[in-house]
């Protein structure tokens, strides 16, 4: 089975600061993905990325960005936190083939006071 | 405006009895359309998926259908067991744009005994 990691389920930061989010995959897939969950806005991609050091911005990159060096790894980045950036946060993997599903990790709960 | 709607937003249903979930899309053309599971305090889990040709995939008790004229798609839950009390997500993958997903806003799904 596909493990995708995110390394914390809960993080409390205060406004201003750097914040990473960590997320590994296990299974060699060539796609990484970031995203937001929020109540009744659905999942809203930050950031994707088709390979080791390639990003693309996704619906709301601002505010966040990414860092990918090794295939396995793909790293959330918000500058400056602020409250608003209060969330879900759901890093995915997938294989490169188009119809193939995105496994996701459990989540980091993420709280800006 | 969400390209991709679901309703009911949340329902209430009784073990072993039946539901149906419905999700209604503007995005075209899509290259497929899945359905997600997502348990409390987990990611989302692939249940189905169907590409533009396919009416109707199983998954044990799922049922997912799909009406590419109507632009319509729904998810029946046959024999409700506990564990079904979830969130269900569909999510539509466009054919152009890179292969960007758009995500519903997701239906809560709670059974009781």
């Known amino acids: 089975d596909v493990k995708v990691t995110q390394s914390s389920r809960y993080l409390v930061k205060r406004t201003g600061e750097k914040v990473f989010l960590e997320c590994v995959q296990d299974m060699d897939h060539e796609n990484m993905f970031w995203y937001r969950q929020d109540p009744g806005l659905g999942l809203r991609l930050i950031y994707f990325s088709y390979d080791v050091k390639m990003k693309e911005k996704g619906d709301i990159p601002e505010g966040y960005s990414v860092s990918r060096e090794k295939k396995e790894r793909f790293s959330l980045i918000l500058e400056s936190a602020s409250t608003n950036q209060t969330s879900m946060y759901l890093c995915?993997?997938?294989?490169?083939?188009?119809?193939?599903?995105?496994?996701f990790g459990d989540g980091t709960r993420l709280s800006i006071l | 405006k969400n390209q991709v709607e679901q309703s009911p937003q949340s329902l209430i249903i009784l073990e072993g009895k039946n539901c149906t979930l419905q999700?209604?899309?503007?995005?075209?053309?899509?290259?497929?359309l899945r359905w997600y599971k997502q348990d409390t305090g987990r990611g989302p889990v692939s249940l189905t998926i169907?590409?533009?040709?396919?009416n109707t995939k199983s998954n044990g008790r799922y049922t997912a259908t799909l009406d590419a004229d109507t632009k319509q798609s729904s998810l029946h839950i046959t024999a409700s067991q506990l564990s079904d009390s979830a969130s269900y997500i569909c999510v539509v993958t466009l054919k152009a744009a890179g292969n960007k997903l758009t995500f519903g806003g997701g239906t809560r799904v709670l059974v009781k005994p």
């Open positions: 169907m590409t533009f040709s396919e």
């Open positions: 999700c209604n899309y503007t995005v075209s053309p899509f290259s497929n």
């Open positions: 995915a993997s997938r294989l490169g083939q188009k119809n193939q599903p995105q496994h």
